[in-house]
């Protein structure tokens, strides 16, 4: 069950169809990258943390006014990429995407501490050994961008003991 309506800060994470490796390789992971960062913009939902790999994917993200919003932006994501995947692998009408959760995060520690789960996603999952070596994230970008105070104090929040449904194992090859 969906619950937007308020606008805020929102942690979504969006899987595939029975966690199928649909976006393997480095063409499919950069198109859904772009996708979502363009989709994103377009909607007006402000990104501050994202990791996409081959199976699902991860955001922080501040809502515009409607965070209703965020459903529309979801389905255009998920419909466009569909479509051009199942093109690709010649599978007309395959089932891509399964569904999205999404948790408003009204506690700054709560906040902080998916803040760097985002980032740090791609370790988590033993993809890369920093961060900032996966392409397909948002490490790189805050590591340029915010200040060495910011990138210590995000960084330093332990994700170890949260509440985060994260059984995935995405596709190593990429």
């Not at 619950?3 to 899987?15: D, K, M, N």
């Not at 990258?33 to 377009?42: D, M």
């Not at 948002?138 to 590591?143: G, I, P, V, Y």
Request: with cysteine; charged share 25%.
């Amino acid at each position: 069950m969906h619950r937007l309506g308020e606008r805020g800060t929102y942690f979504v994470t969006a899987s595939t169809y029975r966690k199928e490796h649909f976006v393997r390789g480095a063409e499919r992971l950069q198109v859904l990258q772009r996708g979502l960062l363009t989709l994103a913009r377009e909607y007006g939902w402000q990104l501050e943390a994202w990791a996409v790999f081959s199976n699902h994917y991860h955001f922080v993200a501040q809502s515009p006014e409607d965070s209703e919003s965020l459903r529309s932006m979801l389905r255009n994501l998920h419909g466009r990429l569909s479509g051009w995947l199942n093109k690709l692998d010649h599978t007309p009408a395959r089932k891509v995407w399964f569904n999205f959760r999404e948790t408003q995060l009204t506690y700054e520690k709560s906040y902080l501490a998916r803040l760097a789960y985002v980032h740090q996603n791609p370790v988590h999952h033993r993809l890369v050994p920093v961060a900032n070596a996966y392409p397909w994230c948002s490490a790189r970008w805050f590591e340029r961008t915010a200040t060495p105070a910011q990138v210590k104090t995000i960084y330093g929040f332990k994700t170890d003991q949260m509440k985060v449904v994260d059984d995935f194992q995405p596709e190593s090859e990429w």
